[in-house]
């Protein structure tokens, strides 16, 4: 078959020769592959499927592979490989679930050889066996693992995880029939591609998704694994159980881990989200990475070493539409930035200060740390080993501890505990939430609750809470013009009435009392046909809201119709009316304009009757009292950075709940998971677990809300014939016993249920502990040794 013209380079006898350089993509990337003799790298994502030549100044664009006029979703890659072995074979991992491989020895523009769709859903990771030509596995969205033979047209073994997702396949470099699978749930597996029917090893190896794992080129049994819960985890394979030799901590999720060439304590990491740049770490030195590659403006999508024995050029893509190479000497070194001072705070304000021996003079304040002042990293205390590039030096470390009464950190858990998230009107949720704030002494916190009340409460919902009872009412009428009908007798004229009727404004209330003249009505049919557009619209003040402060109008003409007679106080009045002095009519009309007057001074410029004359509230609005609270976003968004930057996610979290839509929308996708993600572990850390799980449930992020949702399947075996229960009851369908009869009383249990994972025995839980108090041995008599944590 015809090959393609490529860039030759002898690697056998020169050493790949470049220069730190990038290209421009005409879509963000999802992941690169790099081919076997280093001079081609395919980019593949959801809009772009690329090959590119590997020049000595340049990326030169090779080969497009998305062809046709309409390109089907097999074009839209999630994963794609380079096979190492065969110089013309790609597969991709299509979004639609379907597998795809691509010869690029075809004469033809459309390079696509097999498709198979026996997934369901997204394929996540795609793998060539790295010696076998035809042999590629799969990884899906549907928790399935499929092994292909290129030779067939369909799948020879399928391995079911019987778990979440498949998140990442590695064929092992140095056992010809092992591969790793990693998981949603957190766990790793091992297989044995020759039994598809069960697992060789699984071991938990993260808390949440495991999200990649690379195979150690050289030490046969390290394999690296990296997840959401921000670490990178070398396990030792070699012995009976999956062992933890090196762990390092990162600053966000792991995305994608590599190995370096020809350094064995070198890997590569790169973050999926918050996190844009690229870290190579040396595991004997966790905390702190050897280099750091800081091209990038967005999230880094997919990184790989561009030859198998040359450790100095790397090769990535991001969701910046950009392909970069870097030469490993234009990395920056953080350690060379690093102080050699250290300040950490420990979980209860304990604070620990590390510095270099000679600028610390000998305190006798200084409390001395359990087992020597001086602390030494693990590996100092190895031999000297001159390949090692780091510097030998030692400090002094100085633990200060707070006083215990302090509790500082019980207003955390506190307001974690007392602060109600859902379930009532907004207004309510705030007012509460403000009243827990101000308790704990933070009236900041509390003052912050109580604005955001005022801004997004709806006004027609503002007559109900709390303390500012008042003034809520007051804010939900327009403005009103007061003024007094002090020189006007208690007859009033037809004239003066329907000159007023007929004006824009409306006369809505006429507050009278007893003992007064009334106010006469003698043309009311004129009234209501020129002096009104339609139906009469009634406006009250603060204290004409409620029911029971309605006051009637009597009319003149009741005699002559005795049919709408109404009694002169239909309800009890609220407050015994006082015959106070009137004050001018203009500092009236000012004091309840005023944004500033508090609801009772309101309540009194209204009510208030003046030398036992009637005071008439026209409404006439000024302005519009309540802004659209599309208006206070902006400010809000400031403000939730501000208490994220302080390091308060907790009222970040909590305020970005309570408000919901109003103001999610503001905030981007990535900047709300990482705050919820930060308030989750600290919520663990405290072992607030109901709080937590409240708030993965309350969330709208699907990274987050998919938290409380793995884990969810528990698999049990038959304890009589050891086969997985295939059915939903307790009976096993295979021999057809209860699988819930206690080891120990030889009853059903009908009750709690506790069994051994490794046996599957069990029994009532009280019965089991006593058993297990004297003896290790199961009581079935199996000879397991179980164990009850």
Known sequence: MEKMSRVTTALSSNTISGRTMFCHLDAPANAISVCRDATQVVVAGRNIFKIYGLEEEQFVEKLNLRVGRKPSLNFSCADVMWHQMEENLLATAATNGAVVTWNLGKPSRNKQDQLFTEHKRTVNKVCFHPTEVYMLLSGSQDGFMKCFDLRKKESVS???????????????????????????????????????????????????????????????????????????????????????????????????????????????????????????????????????????????????????????????????????????????????????????????????????????????????????????????????????????????????????????MDWFVKTAQLYLLSGKPFAELCDHNAKVARELKRPQVSTTWTMLRIMFSDPANLTAQGPNHNLSKLGTLPLMNSFSMKEMGSGMGTESRLERSKGDSRQDNIHLEPGNSHISNNNEENEETEGSDGQAEYMFGDAELDDDDLYSVEHDNQAE????????????????????????????????????????????????????????????????????????????????????????????????????????????????????????????????????????????CSAITCLNQTSTTLHINCSNCKRPMSNKGWICDRCHQCASVCAVCHHVVKGLFVWCQGCSHGGHLEHMMNWLKSSAHCPAGCGHLCEYT
């Open 158 to 408: 399928t391995f079911s995880g019987q778990s979440e997702s498949v998140r990442d396949v590695q064929f092992s470099m140095k056992d010809y029939f092992t591969f790793a699978a990693s998981f949603e749930n957190g766990n790793v597996q091992l297989w044995d591609i020759r039994r598809p029917d069960r697992y060789e090893r699984m071991f938990t190896a993260h808390t949440g998704p495991v999200f990649c794992c690379d195979w150690h080129p050289d030490d046969r049994g390290w394999l690296a694994t990296g997840g959401r819960d921000k670490m990178v985890k070398v396990w030792d394979m070699t012995t009976n159980r999956a062992k933890e030799i090196y762990c390092v901590q990162t600053i966000a999720s792991v995305a994608r881990v590599k190995w370096r060439p020809e350094r064995k304590f070198h890997l590569a990491t790169c973050s999926m989200m918050v996190d844009h740049n690229i870290y190579v770490w040396d595991i004997r030195r966790p905390f702190i990475p050897f280099a750091t590659f800081e091209e990038h403006k967005d999230v880094t999508t997919g990184i790989v070493w561009r030859h198998q024995h040359d450790p100095h050029f790397l090769l990535s893509g991001s969701k910046d539409s950009t392909l970069y190479q870097h030469m490993f000497k234009d990395a920056t070194r953080p350690v060379d930035k690093a102080n050699p001072e250290g300040l950490c705070f420990g979980l209860l304000g304990d604070l620990a200060f590390a510095a270099k021996e000679s600028l610390i003079s000998s305190d006798a304040n200084r409390k001395p740390y359990p087992g020597g002042d001086r602390r030494y990293p693990i590996f100092f205390f190895k031999k000297p080993d001159p390949t090692e590039q780091f510097a030998h030096v030692s400090s002094a470390l100085s633990v200060f501890e707070t006083d215990l009464d302090s509790n500082r």
């Open 561 to 700: 119709e005795q049919e709408y007679t109404l009694p002169q106080e239909a309800f009890q009045l609220r407050h015994e009316i006082m015959d106070n002095p009137s004050a001018p009519e203009h500092l009236q009309q000012d004091k309840a304009d005023s944004p500033h007057v508090s609801g009772n001074e309101a309540e009194v410029t209204c009510l208030t009757p003046i030398e036992s004359f009637s005071l008439i509230s026209i409404s006439q609005p000024l302005y519009s009292p309540h802004l659209p609270a599309s208006f206070f976003c902006p400010i809000v968004r400031e403000m939730l950075s501000y208490y994220a930057e302080q390091g308060d996610v907790q009222m970040a979290v909590s305020v970005l709940i309570v408000l919901g839509d109003r103001i999610r929308k503001e905030i981007d996708d990535l900047t709300q998971e990482h705050w919820y993600m930060s308030y989750i572990d600290l919520l663990q850390r405290f072992e607030l677990w109901n709080v937590s799980n409240e708030v993965i449930k309350l969330s709208t």
